[in-house]
């Protein structure tokens, strides 16, 4: 991509700006510190004190807070009965949840979340339930066991106790060990994001992880996606992009699903067989595939590398996907046009498919929009997906292509002007996706085809409800690479659209005399504009003075169907068969009545209706003859058609999506629906008695 000073298309300050990027949250952030009695949580608050202030952070000891609102103090409260202790431990985190929410402050709390005297079988859990309701992050100090040792049997009061029990190392790691396990499931359960903190932590990327989780909340994530958006295709160049390729990354641009493939590297090197599961069991709790998973999948990646690991995993894992041939050819194409662009949109690691696209040589013309780690600002949910591409059409007004294989990329997909489903081997791909697609098919208005990578994939479904492409068909590679221009073609100013609208609004004028200004109304539009949409070729005729030359007629017209919308369209569909007699004629009265057969070998359709109002007749049309044709090309014809419902609107996403194409005589401002004398149906035919 290369930054321009000199863009036909809009500079990233004069964009519509995305939603607020200045946090808001729904409710206080309390942040817990957790670990051992003697892991270093007073210690570390008092560093945060020093570098933080008191202006935006408030800090608690929660010792200190119990003795501060219990009659008697800390010795009060430890002589009381463990549920009256529960009660004031929950009274105590009330307390710091509603001074928070009046100051606005984030809150750090330094807590226990069990004890465990050596010799009992479990330890005993001091952690409330309205600490569970209360607490958004808790990070936990996993300090060694053996430093912990050595540290209870300094001159510190508040180990004291634990102390006094003398516990091995074995039993504090094994304390640990079950603290860190019933933590993780329990801030699932709640909500709650958790993470562990090393010794080797240092103070500075404990700094940025707070200042993230202060300033990071679901709508100030998607603003950062989408201003990295508005980026790329800011530096795409001088050229407004007029149709942009948004493609998933795992097991879409390639087989790998790098996710699994990072967290099976770390088991291994680590020697962590249970880590090999950590994405499955993330996303398998019930947090499911939402803001909140995503976010807790990012601490997980910062807890277990650092930096520089990190950056050498993923390189490692680049190194090890292949991206499918097909999309190779694609990006190869796409890099060649200058309207045409193509971003990776990830819900997995950014940094893994920028390396990909390095070494595939499609970095300086692709972009990448990802997370995996907290610099990266933001992580991608199936929401934010969608979310991006409807950015590109609103704001960029950009037609969108979308690629994806799970799930997680469904509303993308529905979003999408056009929707591929990537099908990988059936061992591989996901197993989850069958019951979706269906629904949102089904349900939800998806209108898709599938593309079978390798090609020897059995399909997904019915082939009839997902249509299977190809990559390689010079009807996709040449529909995604076209120029894109207006697809509403009328004659609104045109003198001649004056001439032949002039019959249809005379009132004296019905019956056979309006059905013939229909049928040259039908004639004018075809040779006008149908002609220049569907192209015209060549034919052998004998010429009047007995030599034989070239005619044309309309590019594959005898592989051209008009479908005449009962009973208003039938004059005006007579006239356009009338300029491409080859042509097959259909009269249809219900979206049902256009069967397989009648598109078998089929190229173009034709729609034709004499008014087009809201639409809602053609759209139903358009859904279903795309639904069993995938690649037909489809034109609607009109005498007179709504403005409005070209506008915006159901109808209007209709024609984009399905790339169908608008032809009219004139586009009208007037929202009337006609009835008895003024219906177009019964002038037609002399039945306004009938109304």
Request: proline share 3%.
């Amino acid at each position: 991509m290369k930054a321009s000073s000199n863009m036909e298309g809009p500079q990233l300050d004069q964009l519509a700006a995305p939603a607020a990027l200045i946090a808001t949250h729904e409710k206080p952030v309390i942040v817990g510190i957790y670990g051992l009695p003697g892991s270093g949580k007073s210690f570390r608050m008092n560093q945060l004190k020093q570098l933080f202030g008191k202006e935006h952070f408030a800090f608690y000891e929660g010792s200190e807070m119990i003795a501060a609102i219990v009659p008697g103090g800390l010795e009060g409260f430890k002589r009381m009965e463990q549920q009256e202790q529960t009660g004031w431990r929950q009274r105590a985190i009330d307390e710091i949840s509603m001074e928070c929410e009046v100051s606005g402050n984030l809150a750090i709390v330094t807590g226990h979340f069990m004890f465990w005297d050596e010799g009992q079988e479990a330890g005993q859990p001091v952690c409330t339930q309205n600490d569970l309701d209360t607490f958004t992050h808790i990070l936990y100090l996993d300090v060694p066991a053996e430093i912990i040792k050595d540290r209870i049997f300094c001159d510190n009061t508040s180990v004291a106790k634990i102390r006094q029990m003398n516990p091995s190392v074995n039993h504090l790691h094994k304390w640990q060990q079950a603290e860190q396990t019933q933590l993780r499931d329990l801030c699932r359960k709640h909500g709650i994001l958790f993470t562990v903190l090393h010794p080797e932590t240092l103070l500075g990327k404990v700094s940025i992880l707070l200042r993230d989780i202060q300033l990071h909340t679901e709508a100030v994530n998607l603003a950062r996606a989408e201003k990295t958006l508005d980026q790329v295709v800011i530096a795409h160049g001088p050229h407004r992009l007029e149709t942009m390729l948004v493609i998933d990354g795992d097991k879409t641009l390639a087989a790998a699903d790098t996710g699994k493939e990072f967290w099976k590297a770390m088991a291994e090197k680590r020697q962590w067989p249970d880590k090999e599961r950590t994405l499955d069991d993330l996303f398998g709790s019930p947090l499911g595939y939402s803001y909140t998973a995503f976010r807790q999948a990012t601490f997980l990646y910062e807890e277990t590398a650092d930096d520089q690991e990190y950056e050498l995993l993923c390189h490692n894992l680049a190194s090890k996907v292949t991206v499918h041939p097909e999309f190779v050819s694609l990006l190869q194409w796409v890099a060649k046009q200058e309207r045409v662009g193509a971003v990776i949109v990830t819900s997995g690691l950014r940094l893994v498919w920028q390396k990909v696209l390095e070494m595939a040589a499609f970095s300086k013309n692709v972009g990448v929009i990802g997370g995996g780690r907290i610099a990266d600002g933001f992580v991608v949910t199936a929401e934010v997906k969608a979310a991006l591409v409807a950015r590109l059409q609103s704001v960029h007004k950009i037609y969108v292509w979308a690629f994806g294989d799970s799930p997680l990329d469904l509303k993308m997909l529905k979003e999408a002007d056009q929707a591929i489903v990537v099908v990988g081997e059936e061992q591989t791909r996901s197993k989850s996706m069958e019951a979706a697609l269906t629904s949102a098919i089904d349900n939800d208005g998806l209108r898709a085809r599938q593309l079978l990578l390798p090609s020897t994939a059995k399909p997904r479904l019915d082939t009839m409800k997902l249509p299977v492409t190809h990559l390689t068909e010079d009807s996709i590679i040449g529909s995604i690479l076209r120029h894109r221009k207006s697809r509403v073609h009328h004659a609104t100013d045109q003198q001649s659209a004056k001439l032949l609208m002039t019959p249809t609004r005379d009132a004296a004028i019905a019956g056979s005399a309006l059905r013939e200004a229909h049928h040259r109304i039908g004639w004018y539009l075809a040779t006008e504009f149908i002609a220049d949409i569907a192209g015209v070729e060549e034919y052998p005729i004998q010429h009047v003075q007995g030599y034989q030359t070239s005619g044309h007629r309309l590019c594959h017209e005898g592989e051209t169907l008009i479908v005449a919308l009962m009973r208003g369209g039938e004059p005006m569909a007579f006239g356009v068969n009338a300029a491409f007699p080859l042509a097959g004629f259909l009269h249809a009265n219900r979206p049902e009545q256009v069967l397989p057969v009648h598109l078998k070998n089929q190229r173009s359709l034709i729609l034709v209706d004499s008014v087009v109002n809201s639409g809602k007749t053609a759209e139903q049309f358009i859904h279903h003859i795309r639904h069993l044709n995938a690649t037909i090309r489809i034109v609607v014809v009109a005498g007179v058609v709504q403005a409005q419902s070209i506008a915006g609107g159901s109808f209007a996403r209709a024609l984009a999506q399905n790339e169908v194409s608008l032809v009219a005589l004139r586009l009208s401002e007037n929202k009337y629906t006609g009835h008895g004398t003024t219906d177009t149906g019964h002038r037609l035919f002399n039945t306004t008695r009938l109304d």
